[in-house]
């Protein structure tokens, strides 16, 4: 009797690392090119300054951690191990990368590897107000640097036009966002209609029990913020310092390449390029970022091969530090 071909069962986890391989593997192949005109960038580098870029950068996914652990803190005291929440900012980091969802999939992730410990609902919110911590600590600063790029003679009327109209869209939509939330019978509501609607579609759809205790569990942390509006202070500061610690990293891309370049420029350019893969993130994760940073680093004077060149080494030293570890991660945390 021939011996039957064994064909080992695929599991949940072996199924999502298989997507998550893929992903990987489309973000390499998307980005080729970054990683291979980095490549060719790296004769004109200063390397001491690359070395502490890379220091930076993993600075920066230490801060996520501390923003995490001070904002759980704020819900209820719960004891996440700082390691666990730096694993969680790379995971994060690379299921934003891997799920074009503007930030969506990432906080949902966050949810899997905070699980059971926080509620999912409040692992999304506490993901939410990452986002509307970032946002608003680059809606303060963003007057700094077109102050800086006014007085230096290096303004650029459409790129004046540019930044204001961009800080104005991010905070009508930060606006909407609390509006919609603040009214949590609309909001219950709207996702009860939703509800309804998958439930006409699948009638076998059994996830209304799931929907009402994430609501519960996420109105409980939002209900915990506002009566502890002074210790939300804390996750606002790291928030900020994570923000300064991106500034920080493009400027010392210029510096790697020896030059030396206005402040403003920098903080307008990052301003712009977030906003740019906000709302770009919603369709594709890749070049939507470059698209902005670049096209302002230009509109501004800088000299378009060497924005260019600033670019694509800021994302390449990004993608290098965080996608292995984030993958690894993200597998690590799969249910």
């Known amino acids: 009797m021939p011996k039957k071909l064994h064909i080992p069962e695929l599991s949940i986890k072996n199924v999502f690392t298989l997507l998550g391989f893929i992903g990987l593997s489309l973000i390499i192949i998307f980005n080729r090119h970054l990683l291979a005109d980095s490549w060719h960038l790296v004769g004109q ?3 001491y300054i690359i070395v502490v870029i890379i220091i930076v950068q993993l600075i920066s996914y230490w801060l996520n951690a501390f923003y995490y652990r001070s904002i759980l803190n704020v819900f209820n ?5 700082i390691l666990r929440l730096f694993e969680a900012a790379l995971a994060t980091n690379y299921v934003n990368y891997m799920v074009p969802s503007a930030g969506a999939a990432g ?14 609902g409040e692992s999304v919110l506490a993901q939410l107000m990452r986002s509307v911590f970032d946002a608003l600590a680059l809606l303060i600063m963003m007057p700094f640097g077109l102050f800086l790029i006014v007085i230096s003679h290096q303004s650029r009327g459409p790129v004046i036009r540019e930044s204001l109209i961009s800080t104005s869209v991010v905070f009508i939509a930060a606006i909407f966002i609390f509006w919609f939330v603040y009214h949590e019978s609309k909001l219950r509501k709207t996702l009860s209609k939703i509800t309804r609607f998958i439930k006409h579609l699948y009638p076998n759809f059994g996830g209304e029990k799931a929907i ?18 002074k210790q939300m202070l804390v996750p606002f500061i790291w928030s900020v310092l994570y923000v300064a610690v991106e ?11 020896g030059k030396v370049i206005n402040p403003g420029i920098v903080m307008t350019a990052y301003l712009i390029a977030n906003i740019v893969s906000i709302f770009g993130g919603l369709l594709f994760s890749v070049g939507a970022f470059e698209v902005g940073m670049a096209g302002t680093f230009i509109t501004l004077g800088i000299p378009s091969s060497l924005a260019l060149s600033i670019t694509v080494l800021y994302r390449a030293i990004n993608l290098i530090i965080s996608l292995p570890p984030g993958f690894y991660y993200y597998r690590k945390y799969l249910p």
């Open 45 to 47: 580098l200063h390397w």
């Open 77 to 81: 005291s719960y004891h996440i191990s």
């Open 107 to 120: 906080a949902g992730y966050l949810s899997q590897v905070l699980s059971p410990d926080v509620t999912r």
């Open 212 to 229: 009402i205790y994430f609501l519960n569990s996420f109105y409980k942390g939002y209900h915990s913020m506002f009566n502890k509006k």
């Open 247 to 257: 500034l920080l990293t493009v400027y010392l891309v210029f510096l790697a390449f």
